[in-house]
């Protein structure tokens, strides 16, 4: 069965401007979903290596598949107008942040070198699964410049947001050619930390652990707040510092606009 995902939750993004597309994948159970390609805001299809773009589909994630990271190998088929489709391999994934059975994955797309997907992903004990709840696709570059005070590794970006109401989730992708970062935002969950994260105290004094030098999380008013990216330690870090208090209207902005 095909299901024509037609992006119910293109929500304004931080920075007023709509650089690639968003789909909330979680009503779906990720049978089958199929998404006819978007056009660029320059009207250009997305192109690689003078390939156009035909459509993404989102496959059913297999059993037995320990990391989102692996399943999404599995799960996110481009194809192209010449019928040829390709699905991310190992070496595509830029980083994955996992706590307990949610993950965030960021891929480079099959769609493009300077193509980005990021996923978020549920694990479904039911079906032992990891399931896609929603992804974002932007092309890395340098749209904007005006980081209205968020302290981001990068001077110029694309920048692209997902509300997932259903499942209280949130996230903003920031990103240029080579680095990409990611503020996720979800209701507080029980998860078991098994890394031996390194403990830090942030400017708002909240507390942080910091895993795999990638990414980080702490807590805000019954909120967990995940900063992730390709990017250093510090980066992550600074750009944590930056963020106003989750319950902000602006966040993750710092400046009331």
Sequence with gaps: MHIKLLFPF??????????????????????????????VPDGQSKVTKDKEVESVTVHESPKNVSFPSEAVTYQYK??????????????DVIFESTLGDTSIVAIRSPEGETNYTVFLYEYNNNTEKWVIDGFLRLQG?????????????????NALNLEIPKKNKKIWVFANEKEIVAIAVYNRFPFVETNNPEKITLTNKNEAYVLNNNFL????????????????????????????????????????N
């Design 141 to 157: 570059g340098t749209g904007f410049s005006n980081k209205e005070g968020l302290n981001l590794p990068m001077d110029k970006f």
């Design 78 to 91: 481009v194809t192209f107008k010449d019928g040829k489709s390709i699905f991310p391999q190992k070496n």
């Design 217 to 256: 999380y702490y807590l805000d008013s019954g909120k967990l707040i995940v900063v992730s990216g390709n990017t250093s330690k510090q980066n992550i870090i600074n750009l944590a510092n930056s963020l106003p208090s989750v319950n902000s209207a602006f966040f993750p902005s710092p400046k009331e």
């Design 10 to 39: 293109l929500l304004p993004i931080l920075f007023g401007v709509l650089l690639g597309c968003q789909a909330d994948t979680s009503t779906k159970k990720n049978k089958e979903i199929i998404i006819e390609d978007t056009k």
